[in-house]
């Protein structure tokens, strides 16, 4: 299989990359500067080449501005363009190669959890509707643009994505400093839920939905959403320090403001039934194991 990546550098592009050329999948990625050997060009604000897809399989679409940072009405415009123009862009060109030659025939974008808003102890599947706030409505977009490729005939698999676990990058990286030293512990009320999943399981999610039949929406999370105080609380286990500072909801609104309240207070109870009901077979599906893995 030939693989076209966008955001094929981060987090998860890294591992998805080495995981298909593990398998002796052929990988390009996207790049913004002058193209070297195994890259291709784009501007994701310019109309894509179709022909720069030629004899991909398949395209992942993982690029977007990182939405850690002080969100501004400018900053937010900026993470909301760089999903919703870049999916418009990438899937306008694997519509029209799609017609042209038959490939690529799956297109599989990054979505998150996000989409469901704050829902309180609601369980979540992808059935669920779409919640409301920033984050939320950046999805709806995220998810829409990816249409001319669906309305080509091409398989769409939008990956609502959770809290990754990972050692060198996702939800730990800042969490590590503090609960190292023993000064984490539960955010806000704690009472949140935490759609979590292991960064093992993101990729064998996207790998599952290259090679499977899996449509539309799909829940990347594990099996087992926890509570913030019991994350917490399995992440100081892991690391053998106590968990006894907590986050108060006011020090998180004062500091942090919109992107605090909407990134650690929000309560999304996500589950995994599309990805279960076509039987993926998770690698971590309990959060004791999975924080093992990510520490290692």
């Given at each position: 299989?030939?693989?076209?990546?966008?955001?094929?550098?981060?987090?998860?592009?890294?591992?998805?990359?080495?995981?298909?050329?593990?398998?002796?999948?052929?990988?390009?990625?996207?790049?913004?500067?002058?193209?070297?050997?195994?890259?291709?060009?784009?501007?994701?604000?310019?109309?894509?080449?179709?022909?720069?897809?030629e004899g991909c399989d398949a395209v992942v679409h993982l690029a977007g501005k990182n939405i850690a940072g002080r969100w501004t009405?400018?900053?937010?415009?900026?993470?909301?363009?760089?999903?919703?123009?870049?999916?418009?862009?990438?899937?306008?060109?694997?519509?029209?190669?799609?017609?042209?030659?038959?490939?690529?025939?799956?297109?599989?974008?990054?979505?998150?959890?996000?989409?469901?808003?704050?829902?309180?102890?609601?369980?979540?599947?992808?059935?669920?509707?779409?919640?409301?706030?920033?984050?939320?409505?950046?999805?709806?977009q995220w998810e829409a643009a990816t249409n001319p490729a669906r309305a080509a005939g091409v398989r769409v698999v939008n990956l609502r994505i959770g809290v990754v676990l990972a050692h060198d990058g996702g939800a730990l990286k800042p969490m590590l400093p503090p609960f190292r030293l023993g000064l984490g512990g539960r955010v806000?009320?704690?009472?949140?839920?935490?759609?979590?999943?292991?960064l093992d399981d993101v990729i064998g999610a996207m790998l599952f939905a290259l090679h499977g039949d899996l449509h539309g929406p799909v829940n990347a999370v594990g099996p087992t959403p926890?509570?913030?105080?019991?994350?917490?609380?399995?992440?100081?286990?892991?690391?053998h320090r106590p968990t006894i500072f907590p986050l108060p909801e006011f020090v998180i609104r004062g500091v942090m403001g919109e992107m605090g309240e909407e990134l650690?207070?929000?309560?999304?109870?996500?589950?995994?039934?599309?990805?279960?009901?076509?039987?993926?077979?998770?690698?971590?599906?309990?959060?004791?194991e999975a924080l093992r893995a990510a520490l290692e």
């Open positions: 299989m030939r693989v076209l990546i966008s955001g094929a550098s981060g987090l998860l592009g890294t591992a998805l990359t080495r995981a298909l050329q593990n398998d002796r999948h052929e990988t390009l990625a996207l790049v913004r500067r002058a193209p070297r050997d195994g890259e291709v060009q784009w501007d994701p604000r310019q109309p894509l080449d179709p022909a720069k897809l009405e400018k900053f937010k415009q900026e993470v909301l363009e760089s999903r919703a123009i870049g999916t418009q862009t990438l899937a306008a060109a694997a519509a029209e190669s799609f017609r042209r030659t038959g490939q690529p025939r799956v297109f599989v974008s990054a979505s998150g959890v996000g989409y469901y808003g704050s829902r309180g102890d609601e369980v979540l599947s992808e059935l669920s509707s779409a919640g409301a706030g920033f984050l939320a409505e950046v999805c709806k806000g009320s704690g009472q949140q839920w935490w759609s979590w999943v292991s926890v509570r913030n105080a019991d994350f917490v609380k399995a992440l100081g286990k892991a690391l650690l207070l929000t309560s999304a109870r996500a589950v995994p039934e599309k990805l279960q009901a076509a039987g993926y077979k998770f690698r971590h599906a309990d959060l004791d």
